[in-house]
């Protein structure tokens, strides 16, 4: 028999956007619902010579690169080297990119900006664009009949997690961590801890986001965001004490979302969802 626990709220503490995959995320008030989660959200990422995509496992001084998104371009920010920027207008060569094991044709952003990046971060290049033309869906095995759409996030377009787990998370480390370690679209407050692993839904209005599957987390989660250097292997070695999920063969923290209902409506920080639970068994 399942029984359904009673509805609750939570609030949004926290909205970020990751522009350029890995790259440092923003903070906003307000951002757009787009059928591939938040708007602007991992709409560039980096690509070595075969175009696969490059990250802060390989780089984590992409932790420092700041990107900043205009009604026009895109500017992108690191230490000891000149801003540079990239019109949105522009359309450049198509190249074949790939994300896992998924992939498509994205824009390259020119060799000006790969020479840019090169030179900060002593690695061979390119900045791709995705193309909204392209439809990039999230696995059927976790989202059923939804076809949730993606720009290059690792493969789900929203990230959620509570302030109440990494208050527990932190209780548990020999130092806290900040919630940048974790990278989440979303930060939830007024749950306990790990409530966000019990919902099945998140709602106002017609905003509807359904968590699908536990986040299984990577070494980029021992990368200081404010440095871009690693110091030990905290939170890993904790969070596998006591958050590892045989069947994903990692450790999970936090909740990969899908948008089902309120494409072209904003979230906005301070905002109540109404959830709904997980039916119990």
């Known amino acids: ?22 790259a440092r995320g923003i903070e906003l008030d307000d951002a757009g619902l787009t059928r591939a989660g938040l708007e602007q959200d991992r709409r560039w ?5 075969a175009g696969r995509f490059l ?40 190249r074949r990119v790939s ?6 044709e994205a824009f390259d952003e020119g060799a000006a900006v790969a020479d840019w990046l090169r030179q900060y971060l002593d690695h061979e290049c390119r900045l791709v664009r995705f193309d909204p033309a392209h439809r990039r869906l999230s696995s059927r095995q976790w ?16 990230l959620a997690l509570s302030t ?17 370690r974790f990278r989440p679209n979303i930060v939830l407050e007024g749950l306990d801890a790990y409530d966000e692993d019990r919902i099945d839904e998140l709602c106002d209005g017609a905003i509807r986001l ?20 690693a110091a030990s292997d905290e939170p890993l070695r904790t969070l596998k004490s006591y958050r590892y999920d045989a069947a994903l063969h990692g450790v999970c923290f936090g909740q990969n979302l899908i948008v089902i209902d309120g494409v072209g409506a904003r979230l906005r ?13």
Request: net charge positive; proline share 9%.
């Open 164 to 180: 109440a787990s990494l208050a527990d998370l932190n209780a548990r480390l020999p130092e806290p961590l900040p919630m940048n």
């Open 99 to 104: 994300v896992w094991n998924h992939s498509c």
């Open 55 to 94: 990250t802060q496992r390989e780089l984590p001084r992409l932790a420092l690169l700041v990107p900043v998104v205009s009604a026009t371009a895109l500017r992108l920010q690191a230490p000891a080297m000149p801003e540079i920027s990239i019109a949105l207008a522009r359309e450049g060569e198509r």
């Open 143 to 158: 989202t059923g009949a939804v076809e949730a759409e993606n720009q290059f996030s690792d493969g789900f377009p929203i």
């Open 269 to 281: 920080r301070g905002q109540t969802l109404q959830l709904r639970w997980k039916a119990q068994r």
């Open 210 to 229: 359904k968590p699908v599957k536990a986040c299984t987390r990577c070494k980029i989660t021992t990368t200081n965001q404010d440095t871009g250097g």
């Open 1 to 22: 028999m399942s029984l359904a626990p009673p509805a609750g709220t939570a609030r949004i503490a926290a909205l970020h956007v990751y522009p350029v995959k890995s």
């Open 45 to 49: 990422m980096l690509v070595d010579a």
